[in-house]
């Protein structure tokens, strides 16, 4: 299904009902949007996003640079300061305004509190090769306390590098299952 945060030591990074977001941006947000749309449409019943206004207010920060005028990957970045390392409630989501949807909605997976798929633990399809990407790459260099496996693996996770989830344009079935999982909904 999918691997995300680990709720037993991290209660305070799951989730209400209602998810908080100011949005800054210099030039356009259309594939924010579109990427907010597809994880909406299909949290809609028990999650909900909610656009306030005002700077300093919300629960999450999403930046929207201008391409160029910023170089770097697009991150969520909570608290910890790690891209993608403790996801969940909080933080700041940056971004750029020429990222593809799929990426967007990987990131904002971060932020519903989704880890990278190819970093479960003891799973070997996790550690196999696909394409040109050794999955669990990461794994193999130091271990994430604050995640653990929810179900199976799923090779279709828009968390799995190389999967090409850059050009998908919704999360998968069982992304949406582990972010209700995750936080309890
Ligand atoms: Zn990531």
């Given at each position: 299904m999918g691997y995300g945060i680990?709720?037993?030591?991290?209660?305070?990074k799951i989730w209400g009902s209602v998810i908080s977001f100011y949005v800054q941006v210099t030039t356009n947000r259309n594939n924010f949007d579109s990427a907010l749309r597809a994880w909406g449409a299909t949290l809609k019943p028990k999650i909900f996003f909610s656009e306030i206004?005002?700077?300093?207010?919300?629960?999450v920060t999403v930046i929207i640079h201008n391409t160029t005028m910023v170089t770097g990957s697009s991150s969520w970045r909570s608290p910890d300061g790690l891209n993608g390392r403790d996801?969940?409630?909080g933080g700041t989501l940056n971004l750029k305004d020429t990222d593809r949807v799929g990426t967007i909605i990987h990131e904002i997976g971060h932020m519903l509190g989704l880890c990278h798929e190819?970093?479960?633990?003891?799973d070997a399809r996790a550690t196999s090769v696909r394409g040109n990407y050794l999955f669990g790459h990461e794994v193999a260099k130091r271990s994430w306390p604050n995640c653990k496996n929810y179900g199976s693996f799923n090779p279709?996770?828009?968390?799995?590098?190389?999967?090409?989830?850059?050009?998908?344009?919704a999360p998968d079935q069982d992304d949406v299952r582990t972010v209700f999982e995750i936080n309890k909904k």
């Open positions: 680990n709720t037993d030591i991290q209660t305070n206004a005002q700077p300093g207010i919300a629960e996801p969940g409630r190819q970093d479960r633990k003891n279709n996770s828009i968390m799995l590098y190389g999967s090409g989830y850059e050009d998908k344009t």
